[in-house]
T-cell receptor, first 115, second 114 residues
Framework: NAGVTQTPKFQVLKTGQSMTLQCAQD?????MYWYRQDPGMGLRLIYY???????DKGEVPNGYNVSRLNKREFSLRLESAAPSQTSVYFC??????????????FGEGSRLTVL | AQTVTQSQPEMSVQEAETVTLSCTYD???????LFWYKQPPSRQMILVIR??????QNATENRFSVNFQKAAKSFSLKISDSQLGDTAMYFC???????????FGGGTRVLVKP
């Protein structure tokens, strides 16, 4: 059972380069999320998609774009990478509204370094 | 906006002992949910326990229990009979009842020593 799959797991970019992080879930979940994790700051929400066809900004959306391609897939794009975007990125999904939507299922993370 | 604060960056505990992690939050909402997530060294985050704010009874899951103090906006996690596999980062999280977004605290690293 794959759950939430993120690719790539590691990436090194130069400042100004672009890249897309891919995320797919096979649990038929409605909502999907992108978080970044930085030391001492916990997880901060970049963008989320409450359902197929909708996306909304989180706490730290600047410098990122997202696409909810279909119910399964939610990608995160860095158009012009900056060193401040060096982080570990996590994709997550959740099933329903209410308390159960607080149970996020996470991918294994993608470590991105911007030089 | 909601904020979640975990004031203990790191804690260590001897195997079989008890450790308590603190979490405070700030919100003007009356109905919400609180969570503790665990991130082992392998990095994949999993849900440990959840609490619904309208329930007065504290949630328990095996060796994990919470002390939810709504008036104080406090939500601590107690790990009893600590095991080596409990070594991980622990994150407290908040969600509005009507929302989809979780707000996480900065995390507490727990090291269980043999």
């Amino acid at each position: 059972n794959a759950g939430v799959t993120q690719t790539p797991k590691f990436q090194v970019l130069k400042t100004g380069q672009s890249m897309t992080l891919q995320c797919a879930q096979d649990m038929n979940h409605n909502s999907m999320y992108w978080y970044r994790q930085d030391p001492g700051m916990g997880l901060r929400l970049i963008y989320y998609s409450a359902s197929e066809g909708t996306t909304d900004k989180g706490e730290v959306p600047n410098g990122y774009n997202v696409s909810r391609l279909n119910k399964r897939e939610f990608s995160l794009r860095l158009e012009s990478a900056a060193p401040s975007q060096t982080s570990v990125y996590f994709c997550a999904s959740s099933p329903l509204a209410g308390v159960l939507s607080g149970e996020l299922f996470f991918g294994e993370g993608s470590r991105l370094t911007v030089l | 906006a909601q904020t979640v604060t975990q004031s203990q960056p790191e804690m260590s505990v001897q195997e079989a002992e008890t450790v308590t992690l603190s979490c405070t939050y700030d919100t003007s909402e009356s109905n919400y949910y609180l969570f503790w997530y665990k991130q082992p060294p392998s990095r994949q985050m999993i849900l440990v326990i959840r609490q619904e704010a309208y329930k007065q009874q504290n949630a328990t899951e095996n060796r994990f229990s919470v002390n939810f103090q709504k008036a104080a906006k406090s939500f601590s996690l107690k790990i009893s009979d600590s095991q080596l596999g409990d070594t991980a980062m622990y994150f407290c999280a908040f969600k509005k009842a009507a929302g989809n977004k979780l707000t996480f605290g900065g995390g507490t690293r727990v090291l269980v020593k043999p």
